[in-house]
T-cell receptor, first 113, second 112 residues
Framework: EAGVAQSPRYKIIEKRQSVAFWCNPISGHATLYWYQQILGQGPKLLIQFQNNGVVDDSQLPKDRFSAERLKGVDSTLKIQPAKLEDSAVYLC???????????FGPGTRLTVT | GNSVTQMEGPVTLSEEAFLTINCTYTATGYPSLFWYVQYPGEGLQLLLKATKADDKGSNKGFEATYRKETTSFHLEKGSVQVSDSAVYFCALRTPYGQNFVFGPGTRLSVLP
């Protein structure tokens, strides 16, 4: 079974530029999560989808971050414009609808200069 | 609100030493509890889990017991190896929902 795929693995941009990350969850997983992991901290949930609907986006900075999950499969997370404090690893995870386990992708390491 | 507290790292041990990483939680109801491990340059991997009080999760020589009375889920291993060097995250999943809350992580370094 293929795992959660993310791309790119690394991205360096200047502040005020925009960036997008892509995630392909495990086939058949209804729930998809985006996390932000700042160096030295645990993952912080940004947004959770169930199929193509948003379940929780309470910690998403909506003035600059957006995410979509068209057709309930792949998802993209966008930052526009980026700030220095957005430098972090962005993790995507998925789980089955009533599953008790999340499966994580390798993450995208973003550096904003 | 729901939260997870872990012992601060880094933890440095010699090979074959006994490991304990403390984890306590605050949650409404009875959450499921997890330990995830993150090796350098990789994503998080589920190490073990427990879904109800007194359950013991185990994997790769690691164990943790869900203690409702002390709201704890401490991670233990009897004899660590250099390959266990990683960051360990304690996490909970809220009941009736699918929100996961992670602790800050504890970095473990095992020296040969």
């Amino acid at each position: 079974e293929a795992g959660v795929a993310q791309s790119p693995r690394y991205k360096i941009i200047e502040k005020r530029q925009s960036v997008a990350f892509w995630c392909n969850p495990i086939s058949g997983h209804a729930t998809l999560y985006w996390y932000q992991q700042i160096l030295g901290q645990g993952p912080k949930l940004l947004i959770q989808f169930q199929n193509n609907g948003v379940v929780d986006d309470s910690q998403l900075p909506k003035d600059r971050f957006s995410a979509e999950r068209l057709k309930g499969v792949d998802s993209t997370l966008k930052i526009q414009p980026a700030k220095l404090e957005d430098s972090a690893v962005y993790l995507c995870a998925s789980s089955s609808l009533w599953g008790n386990e999340q499966y994580f992708g390798p993450g995208t390491r973003l550096t904003v200069t | 609100g729901n939260s997870v507290t872990q012992m601060e790292g880094p933890v440095t041990l010699s090979e074959e030493a006994f490991l304990t990483i403390n984890c306590t939680y605050t949650a409404t109801g009875y959450p499921s509890l997890f330990w995830y491990v993150q090796y350098p340059g990789e994503g998080l991997q589920l190490l073990l889990k427990a879904t109800k009080a007194d359950d013991k999760g185990s994997n790769k020589g690691f164990e943790a017991t869900y203690r409702k009375e002390t709201t704890s889920f401490h991670l233990e291993k009897g004899s660590v190896q250099v390959s266990d060097s990683a960051v360990y995250f304690c996490a909970l999943r809220t009941p009736y929902g699918q929100n996961f809350v992670f602790g800050p992580g504890t970095r473990l370094s095992v020296l040969p």
